[in-house]
């Protein structure tokens, strides 16, 4: 098997400094890394991301799109419902029309509700049936809110050349309780969101967005072994997902926030390869037994 490619996540913000999408993918180029995936605010912005993409000669992985409106799919009133909807349609549509292979979209946004219902999940099917339209893979990630994952990806079945299962390491060690996301979907993994966590911090178990913390891998408490076991068979690229920013009240990034943008993507790169070892040595102890 060839060398897996290893991306990473476009991040703009550097502790004070802010990149520009051109010199941020030159230095993850510079640094070592063989493509990206980005944010969408438009189809000009990844016509943009395109040309850097060429330019550089990195491979434009996936694209992230919105998630700010998702809860309204499953229980906003029907206008809300279908601009949400409409929202990440057109962030479908963009990405063929830039030729980016697959988008990642959450399922549901938020942690009060527990309740998928069939006028969410028939909306998410139009989004899947013109993903296999346009010839782009939706790929869900695991976020809070499983029990709407559980609901999408068991219609996404119907559509295995459309759609498939986006695993977030972090979210997985605090939405998801530390549950094996991967073996709760076999053999529907396309894309990865690689990174570290700390877990749930609140001593009652309360889920909240401030436990999202992407630290680099190594930094926190995710089982990497394991993780690597798990990902032995997967021959896609491996994608990192990472911020240099702490979330509020809190310091857990503030180490790499102190860092130069080079300084800290030298340091994600390492640690990148590192990772990425530990899933050839897993791949290859399969193969012994």
């Known amino acids: 098997m060839a060398k897996q490619k290893l991306c990473l996540g476009l991040i703009a ?3 004070q400094t802010r990149l520009g999408a051109e010199e941020e993918t030159r230095l993850l180029a510079e640094t070592g890394f063989d493509g990206f995936f980005s944010g969408w605010s438009g189809k000009e912005s990844l016509a943009e991301y395109r040309r850097l993409a060429g330019e550089t000669g990195l ?4 694209v992230h799109a919105p998630f700010s409106k998702v809860r309204d799919i499953w229980h906003g009133e029907k206008d809300d419902a279908e601009s949400a909807l409409g929202e990440l349609t057109r962030c479908l ?3 063929a029309a830039c030729d980016v292979p697959i988008t990642v979209c959450h399922a549901f946004i938020g942690f009060e509700d527990h309740s998928p219902n069939e006028a969410g999940v028939a909306r998410f099917e139009r989004l899947v049936r013109r993903a296999a339209q346009v010839g782009v893979k939706i790929a869900f990630e695991n976020t809070e809110g499983t029990e709407y994952l559980d ?7 119907a559509y295995p050349q459309a759609a498939g299962f986006c695993w977030d390491t972090g979210h997985e060690k605090c939405y998801n309780r530390s549950q094996d996301m991967p073996g ?3 053999g529907k993994l396309i894309a990865t969101h690689i990174n570290d966590n700390l877990g749930v911090s609140d001593p009652g ?3 909240t967005w401030l436990d999202d913390l992407h630290l680099l891998p190594f930094d926190g ?3 990497w072994e394991n993780a690597a076991r798990r990902l032995k068979d997967f021959d896609g690229p491996l994608t990192f997902e990472l911020t240099t920013l702490s979330k509020p009240g809190r310091h857990d990034n503030d180490k790499y926030a102190a860092l130069s943008p080079r300084g800290f993507l030298a340091e994600a790169y ?20």
């Open 270 to 289: 390492a640690r990148a390869q590192k990772f990425s070892e530990a899933v050839r040595l897993a791949r290859n102890e399969g193969r012994s037994k």
């Open 151 to 157: 609901a999408v990806m068991e219609m996404a079945a």
């Open 59 to 62: 491979f434009y992985q996936s």
């Open 184 to 186: 709760r979907y076999p």
């Open 93 to 95: 549509e963009d990405c």
């Open 221 to 223: 408490t995710v089982d």
């Open 205 to 207: 178990g309360k889920i």
């Open 13 to 15: 913000r550097y502790g």
